[in-house]
C-alpha cells in the first residue's frame, strides 16, 4: 500500500499488526479523534481570527512561532507515531493558530472569501467520500503513484517558491498569478489535494483491516488533517486570484 502522504504508509501498519490490550483501530474511532482535531484547530483558529482582526500587535510572531511548532510536530509525528496522541492535538493547536491568522488576512482584503473556502473545502471532501464510497474512485497502485508524483512536484515547486522568496526573487510568476494560467494552476493543485483524499480514506480503511493499534486512530486523523489543512488553504489561495 503506497500512499502521497508522508504521514501514513504500508509498513507502518504492518509493523503494528500484532495486538494490544488497547484494541484495535476502527473506522470509526479515526472519525472520531478527526472531529476532534478539527475542534481544536477551530479553537484555536477563531481565537487568532480575532486577534488579527482586532490588530494585535503579536500576532505575526505567534503565526511565524506557530508555524514552525506545527512543522515540528508534524515531523515528529510522522517519525514517532506512538506519540501521535500527544503530537497530534498539539498539532491541531498550533495549525488553528495558522489558519486563523492568514484566514483573517484573506478576509481583510477579500470580505466572505474565509466562508466560501470552508464551504468549498468542505463540499470538495464530501464530493471525494462520495467518489470514494460508491468505488467510483479507487486507490488503486497506478493512482498512489500518479498523485505521488504530482503531490511532490508540487513540493518542489513551493520550494523553490520559497527559497527564491527569502533572495529576494518573485519564482514562479504563475504560482501567484491572477491569469488564466495562475488560476488553472491553483486549479491542478486543488485537484491534487482533492485525489490525496481517496488515498487517506483508502489507508484508513486498510488500517482497520490490517487490525493497527487503537492509537494509530490519532496517527490517522492526524494524517487526514494535513490533507485538509492543505485542501483549505489552496482553496483559499485560488479564490483569492479569482477576486483580484
Known sequence: MRTSNPAISKRLFEKSRPHELSGEMTVKGTINKSFLML???????????????????????????????????????????????????????????????????????????????????????????????????????????????????????????????????SGIPMVNGSGFTGVLFSLVIVGIAAFNLIIDFDNITKGEEAGAPKRYEWYSAFALMITLVWLYLEVLRLLAKLRR
Open 39 to 169: 475542534g481544536l484547530i477551530l479553537i484555536s483558529g477563531s481565537l487568532a481570527w480575532k486577534a488579527a482582526i482586532a490588530g494585535a500587535a503579536w500576532i505575526q510572531g505567534v503565526l511565524i512561532g506557530s508555524a514552525i511548532v506545527g512543522f515540528i510536530l508534524a515531523i515528529v509525528t510522522i517519525f514517532s507515531p506512538k506519540i501521535a496522541h500527544i503530537t497530534a492535538p498539539l498539532y491541531a493547536l498550533a495549525e488553528g493558530v495558522v489558519l486563523g491568522a492568514v484566514s483573517a488576512m484573506y478576509n481583510s482584503f477579500y470580505d466572505g472569501i474565509v466562508l466560501q473556502a470552508i464551504l468549498l473545502t468542505v463540499a470538495v471532501f464530501l464530493l471525494m467520500l462520495l467518489l470514494y464510497k460508491t468505488g467510483t474512485l479507487k486507490a488503486t497502485p497506478a493512482f498512489r503513484r500518479g498523485v505521488l508524483i504530482a503531490t511532490g512536484a508540487v513540493a518542489v515547486v513551493y520550494l523553490f517558491q520559497w527559497i527564491a522568496g527569502m533572495f529576494g526573487g
